[in-house]
């Protein structure tokens, strides 16, 4: 079974940066994309932010110029840097990966079990 495992999550101020890690491991042949939804109570997951194996990402709109994600590919590890960090950044932070455990496989996803992230004024 694939695992993801998050660490970096915390308290920090407003301003402050954070670095979010999430780890891939188990049966993968290949890993299409990594990424990090959010979820605050009352509301649904929504996307932070994803990286393609080859590199193309998307960052949410509120998040742009703030966010950045980036992965080792050698590793099955997806980061995220989080700068400059706003009180409306908080919340629970989950990991997410598409992978195929067979070069037949269907494209699976898996999510990792969130870490809180908490930004403080």
């Known amino acids: 079974q694939v695992q993801l495992v998050e660490s970096g999550g915390g308290l920090v101020q407003a301003g402050g940066s954070l670095r979010l890690s999430c780890a891939a491991s188990g049966s993968i042949f290949s890993i299409n994309a990594m990424g990090w939804y959010r979820q605050t109570p009352g509301k649904q997951r929504d996307l932070v932010a994803f990286i393609t194996s080859g590199g193309s990402t998307n960052v949410a709109d509120g998040a742009k110029g703030r966010f950045t994600i980036s992965r080792d590919n050698a590793k099955n590890t997806v980061y995220l840097q989080m700068n400059s960090m706003q009180p409306e950044d908080t919340g629970v932070y989950y990991c997410?990966?598409?992978?195929?455990?067979?070069?037949?496989?269907?494209?699976?996803?898996?999510w990792g079990p969130g870490t809180q992230v908490t930004v403080s004024s």
């Open positions: 997410v990966a598409d992978f195929r455990r067979t070069k037949i496989s269907a494209v699976a996803r898996s």
